[in-house]
C-alpha cells in the first residue's frame, strides 16, 4: 500500500495550486481519504477529508470556503484543489488514508494508518 502525493510548489499569495494523492497497493475506493499539513514548528493539522464511498466531505476552519476536496476512484487519486491561498498555509502537506475509520475520527492524524511523504506548499506575500 502507498499513497504519493504531488503538485506542492513556491506560489503567490492569492494564487492556486491543486494537490494530488494517488493511492496504489489495492482498491480504495471505500476509504476514507484526507488532507493534513504540519507547519513549521507546529503539529499536524486536518485539512480536508473525504469519508469512504459516501463521497461527504469535510473541511478544517483554514480551509473551509477556499480549497476543495475530491476523488476519482476510477484512478485511485484524491486531489485538494486550494485557491487563494495565503502565507499561513505553508506547510507540509500530507494525504492519509483509512478502510475502518469511523466518521468522528475524521480529523483525527491517528485514525489513518497509511500515510504519503507529504509535498511542500510556499505561498509567499
Known amino acids: 500500500v502507498q499513497l504519493q502525493a504531488s503538485g506542492g510548489g513556491l506560489v503567490q499569495a492569492g494564487g492556486l495550486l491543486r494537490l494530488r494523492c494517488l493511492l496504489s497497493?489495492?482498491?480504495?475506493?471505500?476509504?476514507?481519504v484526507a488532507w493534513f499539513r504540519q507547519p513549521p514548528g507546529k503539529e499536524r493539522e486536518f485539512v480536508a477529508g473525504i469519508f469512504r464511498s459516501y463521497g461527504r466531505t469535510y473541511y478544517g476552519d483554514s480551509a473551509k470556503g477556499r480549497f476543495t476536496i475530491s476523488r476519482d476512484n476510477a484512478k485511485n487519486t484524491v486531489s485538494l484543489q486550494m485557491n487563494n491561498l495565503k502565507p499561513e498555509d505553508t506547510a507540509a502537506y500530507y494525504c492519509?488514508?483509512?478502510?475502518?475509520?469511523?466518521?468522528?475520527?475524521?480529523?483525527?492524524?491517528?485514525?489513518?494508518?497509511?500515510w504519503g511523504q507529504g509535498t511542500q506548499v510556499t505561498v509567499s506575500s
Open positions: 497497493g489495492r482498491p480504495f475506493s471505500g476509504d476514507t
Open positions: 492519509a488514508a483509512d478502510k475502518s475509520l469511523i466518521l468522528s475520527s475524521i480529523r483525527n492524524a491517528n485514525a489513518y494508518n497509511y
